[in-house]
């Protein structure tokens, strides 16, 4: 069933990183691979994978640029060679902004510009071979949204019970590698959701943030990364990364060509992850453990609905299971079908812990629904919705 959204809380979201493509001739790859080349300080790393080469270069970062890539794949069972060359871009550098480059984001007021500002940048780095790059493409796009809790406290409870949602079928739950266990396991301070068009990823960014620096500045944390590691504080991101499948999906739709992905008229981004949000949690809020029982033994409901609620609040609840069918026992189906009843009651079956409540001091959390619509702004000190 398609969910359908309010037409006053359908919006765009902005974009934190994309990447651009263009096929071309091997004239034109290895032309502007070595005008590249030949620039001061430009380096090239070389990497080759079965019947792909890849020649990497981070070195024009500063002009928005995180990386350029040259791709030379080589068609199975067939003897000709497909040439890409990638562009994988953060906005912000692009127009010029030079604080907070991992925990902001570029202004949906920008966004309009934003087409004509990738192509004079893409025109500039690649000088004479830019009219040979022609019907560019967009490989991947990342549209976000920030949240800043009232405290890291904060963030780290909502995360606690955010880990635990419903993973809609056929969405996989991403997981990571444990190198003390050596096993795969949730990752730590984030849920991701993955499937063969898009990820849907929600994490905390600043222990995100720290390990990112940390493995870049050999284990130590600069004193020039203070501020970017203060405005992280509180922050909670929601990402949604679209691939191009999906991309293209989101063209076909609306009959646009594809500037229209990034110049902020794409609401349908929002459409997937209202979508995706309300079949992982319902559309209810977050309660105490003893305050959704008593709401639940109050409602008009028959006494056997009652007590199905009832009793999967508890197992939900209990020895960190969560809405997971994969740990809590529950047919999918089944569950799907009683969230209805949690809806109603304006309730999400996961509840907040006493020990949850004694670590962070608050017993109620508003679902992320009611964030990302702007709905709720409770617990919360700033977004860039």
């Known amino acids: ?28 790859y290895y032309g502007l691979f070595q005008y590249l080349a030949e620039k001061p300080d430009c380096n090239f790393k070389k990497h080759r994978k079965k019947k792909c ?31 890409k060359i990638k562009f994988t871009v953060n906005p912000r550098i692009l127009i010029g ?13 920008y966004l309009t510009q934003l087409p004509d ?15 040979q790059l022609v019907h560019g493409k967009f490989q991947r796009i990342d549209y976000c949204l920030n949240f800043w809790l009232n405290s890291q406290e904060t963030a780290e409870e909502y995360m606690r019970l955010l880990k635990k949602a419903l993973i809609p079928y056929p969405f996989e739950l991403k997981k990571i590698l444990n190198s003390t266990q050596h096993r795969y396991v949730p990752e730590s301070h984030a849920i991701t959701l993955t499937c063969k068009s898009y990820e849907l990823s929600l994490y905390l960014k600043l222990p ?33 990364r679209e691939y ?21 008229s794409n609401t349908l981004p929002f459409t997937t992850l209202y979508q995706r949000l309300k079949s992982m949690y319902g559309t209810g809020d977050f309660y105490l453990y ?13 006494k056997k609905i009652k007590k199905e609620l009832l009793e999967i609040l508890e197992i939900v609840n209990s020895k960190k299971r969560g809405l997971n069918p994969a740990i809590n026992g529950f047919d999918y189906d089944y569950l799907k079908s009683h969230m209805r009843y949690f809806n109603e009651l304006d309730l999400c079956p996961i509840t907040i812990s006493q020990k949850s409540y004694k670590r962070c001091g608050e017993d109620f959390f508003p679902n992320p629904l009611k964030y990302i619509t702007g709905e709720s702004t409770e617990l919360l000190l700033d977004s860039d919705i």
């Open 244 to 264: 191009r499948r999906q991309l293209r999906n989101n063209k076909k739709h609306c009959g646009k060509d594809e500037s229209y992905l990034l110049n902020g």
């Open 1 to 28: 069933m398609t969910t359908i959204i309010p037409k006053h809380l359908n919006k765009s979201l902005s974009v934190h990183t994309f990447t651009y493509f263009y096929k071309c001739s091997d004239k034109t």
């Open 53 to 83: 080469t890849k020649y990497v270069t981070r070195s024009f970062h500063s002009l928005g640029f995180n990386r350029i890539e040259f791709v030379d794949c080589m068609i199975p069972n067939q003897d000709y060679h497909v040439y």
């Open 208 to 240: 995100q943030l720290i390990e990112e620096i940390i493995n870049l500045k050999n284990g130590v944390i600069p004193s020039e990364c203070a501020s970017e590691l203060a405005s992280a504080h509180g922050q909670l991101r929601i990402e949604l």
């Open 117 to 131: 500002i990738l192509d004079n940048a893409i025109c500039e780095i690649t000088g004479p071979f830019k009219n």
């Open 290 to 302: 003893n305050d959704a029982r008593d709401m639940i033994n109050q409602s008009d409901y028959r």
């Open 97 to 109: 902004e030079t604080k907070n480059l991992r925990t902001r984001i570029i202004d949906k007021d």
